[in-house]
Each structure stands twice: as C-alpha cells, then as structure tokens.
C-alpha cells in the first residue's frame, strides 16, 4: 500500500521550532520531488515547500522562506522540514504529498499536481 506518513507535529510557543518528518511506505521517493502543504482551519489548503528529487533544487514562499527548511534523506525513504522561528500564523494541519505530475522530480508551486497525501500532523503555535 502506496503511503506517506507525517510525523513530529505539536504545541509549541512563537519563536520555538519543531521538525516535520515524512515518511514514505510501499513505494520510493527517490525519484518523486515532495512538497509540504499546510491547512489552517476555514483556509484552502497551500504549498510551501518543495525539494526536487536529486536535493538541487528546493521551493519556498516568502511566508516561510529564512526559517523553515526542507531537507531528504532517500535511504531513509523520509522527507524533513525543520520549522523555526514558529509564529502563531504557521497554525495548521501539515500534509506532505509527492509530486504526481510530469516531470514528477521537479517542484511545482501548484498543490494540484501532487498526490499521495498523508494524514497530516497538526502544528500549533500559541503561548
């Protein structure tokens, strides 16, 4: 069974930091490029983070670029993202999703063309 799996969400307070894993069952990520998405309630659900599948190329946008970073380890099958410098903003649930669309080890700004969704995590940040 074709699978991902997000893991090391929590409670934190602003300015903390928590590390995201994804990990991949039934399948390699090796050749697939995987991005991180995050819903907070009442929103549409964002990319903001992206890595390519050989590590040379990596996607953020401005809302968290400088302090969220997006790393793999494919003999591990897992995708990371180190979160710091939380803010009370970065309050969602954090879904991982490998890239479905051609060419699929390549990043895209578009949630469309990713699937394989996990079940996500969720972060949250408050004092």
């Known amino acids: 069974q074709v699978q991902l799996v997000e893991s090391g969400g929590g409670l934190v307070q602003p300015g903390g930091s928590l590390r995201l894993s994804c990990a991949a069952s039934?399948?390699?990520?090796?050749?697939?490029?995987i991005g991180w998405f995050r819903q907070a309630p009442g929103k549409e659900r964002e990319i903001f983070s992206c890595i390519s599948r050989h590590n040379d190329s990596t996607y953020y946008t401005d809302s968290v670029k400088g302090r969220f970073t997006i790393s793999r380890d494919n003999a591990k099958n897992t995708v990371y993202l180190q979160m710091n410098s939380l803010k009370p903003e970065d309050t969602a649930v954090y879904y991982c999703?490998?890239?479905?669309?051609?060419?699929?080890?390549?990043?895209?700004?578009?949630?469309?063309?990713?699937?394989?969704w996990g079940q996500g995590t969720q972060v949250t940040v408050s004092s």
């Open positions: 039934g399948f390699t990520l090796d050749y697939k490029a």
């Open positions: 999703a490998t890239k479905l669309k051609f060419p699929s080890g390549e990043c895209s700004s578009n949630w469309y063309d990713f699937g394989s």
